[in-house]
C-alpha cells in the first residue's frame, strides 16, 4: 500500500506559484498519481494525474521524478479561490489490497 | 450529464439508532467508493465496489457498518448503533472502470449524531 505524506499547510500570495510535493516512497509499478481540490463543505474534484515525468493540463502541472517515489503539484499564478484543501492519491493496483490512501491533504491559502 | 449525488445531504440522529446513506454514482462508471471525513480532517477510505463486489471492505471502522450495490448502480452505506464518534461528513465517489481511475464525487452526506 503506497503512504502518501504531504505538509499540512502552505501560505501563499496572489500571483505566486505554489509547489507542493506529496511522497509515497511504496508506489506500486502500475500506480498513477493523482491530485485533487477540495472546497469546504464539498467533495474533491479532480485536478490532474500523471504516471511519470511531467503532465500539465489548464489548471496545474505535475513533476514526477524517475524514482516515482513523490510528485510535486504546481499551481501557476495562484488567485484567492485557489485557497483549499489538496490531496494526492496513490490507488494500489492489483492484489487484494484496494484501500486508496489520501493524503492528509495539504490546505493551502492564499492572501491578497 | 448528472455527476454523482448522495442523500440525504443533512442527517441527524440520535445515539443508538440505524441510518442509511445513499449514493447514487455517475451512469456507467463501474467503481464506487466510500470515504469518511471528519471535521477538519482528511479523507477515511471505507468500501470499494468494483460492480457489485466489495474487494476490500477493511476500511470499515467496525462491524456496524455495512455497504452494499445493487445492480452496480446505487450504494447504500448502514451504519447501525449509531454512536457520537460517527459524526462526520460521508462522501460517495465513482470512477469508470477501476480504482486508477478518477473519481468524481458526490457532495456527501453530513452526519450527526446526538
Known amino acids: 500500500l503506497a503512504k502518501t505524506t504531504q505538509p499540512i499547510s502552505m501560505d501563499s500570495y496572489e500571483g505566486q506559484e505554489v509547489n507542493i510535493t506529496c511522497s509515497h516512497n511504496?508506489?506500486?509499478?502500475?500506480?498513477?498519481i493523482t491530485w485533487y481540490q477540495q472546497f469546504p463543505s464539498q467533495g474533491p474534484r479532480f485536478i490532474i494525474q500523471g504516471y511519470k515525468t511531467k503532465v500539465t493540463n489548464e489548471v496545474a502541472s505535475l513533476f514526477i521524478p524517475a524514482d516515482r517515489k513523490s510528485s510535486t503539484l504546481s499551481l501557476p499564478r495562484v488567485s484567492l479561490s485557489d485557497t483549499a484543501v489538496y490531496y494526492c492519491l496513490v490507488p494500489s493496483s492489483g492484489g487484494s489490497d484496494y484501500k486508496l490512501s489520501f493524503g492528509a491533504g495539504t490546505t493551502v491559502t492564499v492572501r491578497a | 450529464g448528472a455527476g454523482v449525488s448522495q442523500s440525504p445531504s443533512n442527517k441527524v440522529t440520535e445515539k443508538g439508532k440505524d441510518v442509511e446513506l445513499r449514493c447514487d454514482p455517475i451512469?456507467?462508471?463501474?467503481?464506487l467508493y466510500w470515504y469518511r471525513q471528519s471535521l477538519g480532517q482528511g479523507l477515511e477510505f471505507l468500501i470499494y465496489?468494483?460492480?457489485?463486489?466489495?474487494?476490500?471492505k477493511s476500511g470499515l471502522p467496525s462491524d456496524r457498518f455495512s455497504a452494499e450495490r445493487t445492480g452496480g448502480s446505487v450504494s447504500t452505506l448502514t451504519i447501525q448503533r449509531t454512536q457520537q464518534e460517527d459524526s462526520a461528513v460521508y462522501l460517495c465517489?465513482?470512477?469508470?472502470?477501476?480504482?486508477?481511475?478518477?473519481?468524481?464525487f458526490g457532495p456527501g452526506t453530513r452526519l450527526t449524531v446526538l
Open positions: 511504496n508506489i506500486a509499478t502500475n500506480d498513477y
Open positions: 465496489f468494483q460492480g457489485n463486489s466489495a474487494p476490500d
Open positions: 451512469s456507467g462508471h463501474t467503481a
Open positions: 465517489a465513482s470512477s469508470l472502470w477501476e480504482s486508477t481511475d478518477t473519481q468524481y
